[in-house]
């Protein structure tokens, strides 16, 4: 018998509460967790940003995932798009890292195969842990020494693209096991189609987005990766935020 997902009211969840549904999975290796919030039609951005589908809870769990993670993958594009900073959390954060043997801050982990990323970037500017850069052995020099100037960690994967075991293979080197992953679609894409993508949270915002948005995973590969739900938030204004597992 399929266990069925756990079903929960928004109304009073306390960062506790939420913490619990999200904590982790106790395993031996890395987790690579995802996290997106889409339009019920499947858009993940509107005027090509997702703050118009985000909500409160959302924002509260999108900071929450961040607290439980080791670090924070993001693609380059989704770092210029977004306008990234260094991560931030609040002194309940910090508690929330410290009590699971958490560094104090998770660092944020950009891909980006040319190393086209400003140094004078936010990024860079506005942190307080120095971002881990990886990039290809083939990417222009002057670039990679740049963002080593600007405080980056550059690691170079491979010398024309970056695969995904590298990927993890260099973060779980630095001891980073729990994977957070904001996007965009398509770092996602390759991730789901390598089967390195254990989990995804997803917050269904209440609203149909028309037009050509993207949707969260892009890819050119075909594949099917089975996943189950685990549990479902309902908020008040109609928002569900769920949190998929891979299937065994």
């Given at each position: 018998m399929t266990d069925l997902p756990r079903v929960v009211?928004?109304?009073?969840?306390?960062?506790?509460?939420?913490?619990?549904?999200?904590?982790?999975?106790?395993?031996?290796?890395?987790?690579?967790?995802?996290?997106?919030?889409?339009?019920?039609?499947?858009?993940?951005?509107t005027n090509g940003s997702s703050t118009g589908l985000t909500n409160p809870l959302d924002q509260r769990t999108f900071k929450l995932l961040r607290d439980l993670a080791d670090v924070v993958l993001v693609g380059a594009a989704t770092i210029r798009i977004e306008d990234y900073i260094g991560v931030r959390t609040s002194?309940?954060?910090?508690?929330?890292?410290?009590?699971?043997?958490?560094?104090?801050?998770?660092?944020?982990?950009?891909?980006?195969?040319?190393?086209?990323?400003?140094p004078e970037s936010r990024?860079?500017?506005n942190t307080i842990v120095p971002p881990i850069i990886?990039?290809?052995?083939?990417?222009?020099?002057?670039?990679?020494?740049?963002?080593?100037?600007?405080?980056?960690?550059?690691?170079?994967?491979?010398?024309?693209?970056?695969?995904?075991?590298?990927?993890?293979?260099?973060?779980?080197?630095l001891g980073l096991r729990k994977i957070l992953c904001e996007g965009g679609p398509?770092?996602?894409?390759?991730?789901?189609?390598?089967?390195?993508?254990?989990?995804?949270?997803?917050?269904?915002?209440?609203?149909?987005v028309c037009g050509n948005a993207q949707r969260i995973t892009h890819t050119d590969r075909h594949s099917t990766v089975g996943m189950r739900c685990n549990h479902i938030i309902f908020d008040a204004d109609g928002a569900q935020l769920a949190r998929w597992v891979r299937s065994s």
């Open positions: 009211t928004a109304t009073g969840i306390t960062d506790d509460e939420l913490a619990e549904l999200y904590e982790y999975p106790d395993v031996p290796g890395p987790w690579l967790r995802a996290n997106f919030v889409v339009s019920l039609d499947g858009a993940i951005t002194d309940e954060g910090l508690q929330r890292r410290a009590d699971r043997g958490l560094a104090t801050l998770p660092p944020l982990a950009v891909v980006s195969g040319r190393a086209d990323i400003d990024l860079l500017t990886l990039t290809t052995t083939t990417a222009p020099t002057t670039a990679k020494r740049n963002l080593t100037a600007a405080g980056a960690q550059v690691i170079e994967l491979g010398p024309d693209r970056i695969e995904t075991a590298a990927m993890i293979d260099a973060l779980t080197s398509t770092l996602t894409g390759q991730l789901a189609a390598d089967h390195a993508l254990d989990e995804l949270c997803v917050t269904t915002a209440p609203s149909v």
